[in-house]
């Protein structure tokens, strides 16, 4: 079953995120996943999450595939270059629906 995940963060520093990036967009195609939103802060969510500038949207088509990813030796090295580039991040798995009747219920 496909599931997502949800990827909120401030940038710290740009040319360590643009190098994890760069080696996470071939990792997320060898691995069947593909990034379906990116977007730019527009305004201040109503919530009591704190509003993060870059929000990334990525559909997993298995928890499997996504562990996969996580746990690729080939990324490894690149980590750090996520971790030194992003500030605030929150992460978020979410089970793919058809609708809200399994929520609802």
Same mark, same amino acid.
């Given at each position: 079953?496909?599931?997502?995940?949800?990827?909120? !963060?401030?940038? /710290?520093? *740009?040319?360590?995120?643009?190098?994890?990036?760069?080696?996470?967009? /071939? &990792?997320?195609?060898? $691995?069947?996943?593909?990034?379906?939103?990116?977007? +730019?802060?527009?305004? &201040?969510?109503?919530?009591?999450?704190?509003?993060?500038?870059?929000?990334?949207?990525?559909?997993?088509?298995?928890?499997?595939? +996504?562990?996969? !990813?996580?746990?690729?030796?080939?990324? &490894?090295? !690149? $980590?750090?270059?996520?971790?030194?580039?992003?500030?605030? !991040?929150?992460? $978020?798995?979410?089970? *793919?629906?058809?609708?809200?009747?399994?929520?609802? /219920?």
């Amino acid at each position: 079953m496909a599931i997502y995940a949800l990827n909120l !963060f401030d940038l /710290k520093d *740009k040319q360590s995120y643009a190098t994890y990036s760069k080696e996470a967009d /071939k &990792a997320l195609a060898r $691995h069947g996943a593909k990034v379906v939103a990116i977007g +730019n802060l527009e305004s &201040a969510p109503v919530g009591e999450i704190r509003p993060r500038q870059v929000l990334l949207l990525v559909e997993w088509k298995s928890k499997k595939a +996504n562990s996969a !990813f996580l746990n690729d030796p080939e990324m &490894a090295e !690149f $980590h750090p270059y996520r971790d030194k580039g992003l500030d605030q !991040f929150v992460w $978020h798995l979410f089970e *793919k629906l058809d609708d809200l009747r399994p929520v609802l /219920k």
